[in-house]
C-alpha cells in the first residue's frame, strides 16, 4: 500500500462516527443467539504439564487459516533453558516437527521447561489504545479482536504490544493475533489449543461461571501473569512459573 493510499484509507475510517462504530463494533463480535454480557473469559496455563510437542501450535494454525510460514503464530512454545553459569537461553519451538531452533549441550543445562505463549486477552490493552480507527476492540465477555474491514496496517498495535503476540498478515495487511478462537467459543467449544492439549496444560473457562475449571485451577494454585509491572492486567494465567521468563 502506497502512501496516498494508506492516508485515504486512514481518514476515510477515522471519519465514521462514534455511534455508527459502536454499532458495528457491537454486531461484528456478537454471533446470533449469544450473549456476551453473560461470559467473561480467561484461560490457564499449567507450564509444569507442557511438553513442548507444538500440537497446540498446530491445532492454532488449522483452525484460523495462519500463514503456513513458520515465523507466523498466533499462539507459540518456548523453551528455557537455564545454564550452569546462570545464562538463560530461550528458544522458539517449531510446532510441526517438535524441533528446536538452537541446540545446547545436556551437560551445560541446570534445568530446562517449556512455555506456552499467546495473546494475553488484557483488561488494560495497549493495542486497543493506539489503534487509530478502532480495528482492534475489546468484546464484552473480554476478549480483543481486530476487525479486518477496518484494519490499515498501520502497526501501531503490533509495536504496542508487550507480548510480541501480533504479527502483520502477509497477505490481507492486517494484524492477527489469538481471538481465543472467539468463533469456537462463543459456541461453547473450547479454543482449538486447548482441546489438542495431550497433557492439559492449558485451562479455559468462563469468570462468570462457578463451576468453570479455570477458576478452580485460580483457586488452587499459585498464579502467576506475564510482565505485571506493566499494568496490562493480563487474562492468562501461569502456574509454577519460573522466575526467569520473561
Not at 98 to 123: A, H, I, M, W, Y
Not at 158 to 176: D, M, N, V, W
Amino acid at each position: 500500500m502506497n502512501r496516498r493510499n494508506f492516508v485515504n484509507k486512514f481518514f476515510t475510517l477515522l471519519a465514521s462516527t462514534t455511534v455508527i462504530s459502536g454499532f458495528i463494533k457491537k454486531a461484528r463480535a456478537t454471533p446470533n443467539g449469544y450473549d456476551p454480557t453473560k461470559h467473561y473469559y480467561e484461560m490457564g496455563i499449567q507450564v509444569d504439564k507442557c511438553i513442548g510437542c507444538g500440537t497446540c501450535m498446530d491445532a492454532c494454525k488449522t483452525e484460523n487459516n495462519v500463514p503456513k510460514e513458520p515465523f507466523f503464530f498466533r499462539t507459540w512454545v518456548e523453551r528455557y533453558i537455564i545454564k550452569k553459569d546462570h545464562s538463560v537461553q530461550v528458544q522458539n519451538i517449531k510446532g510441526w516437527a517438535g524441533e528446536l531452533t538452537e541446540k545446547t549441550t545436556e551437560s551445560d543445562v541446570l534445568r530446562s521447561f517449556f512455555v506456552p505463549k499467546l495473546c494475553n486477552q488484557c483488561d488494560n490493552p495497549p493495542c486497543v489504545q493506539v489503534c487509530p480507527v478502532g480495528a482492534t476492540f475489546k468484546t464484552e465477555d473480554g476478549v480483543i479482536l481486530v476487525d479486518d474491514t477496518r484494519c490499515i496496517g498501520c502497526r501501531y498495535c503490533i509495536q504496542a504490544c508487550p507480548y510480541g503476540a501480533r504479527f502483520l498478515h502477509p497477505e490481507k495487511s492486517t494484524a492477527e493475533k489469538c481471538t481465543f478462537c472467539y468463533h469456537r467459543i462463543t459456541k461453547d467449544l473450547l479454543p482449538a489449543c486447548v482441546e489438542v492439549c495431550p497433557t492439559q496444560a492449558r485451562i479455559f473457562g468462563d469468570k462468570k461461571s462457578p463451576a468453570s475449571p479455570l477458576n478452580r485451577f485460580k483457586h488452587r494454585s499459585k498464579i502467576h501473569v506475564l510482565k505485571p509491572a506493566l499494568n496490562t492486567e493480563p487474562k492468562v494465567y501461569y502456574s509454577n512459573l519460573d522466575g526467569e521468563v520473561r
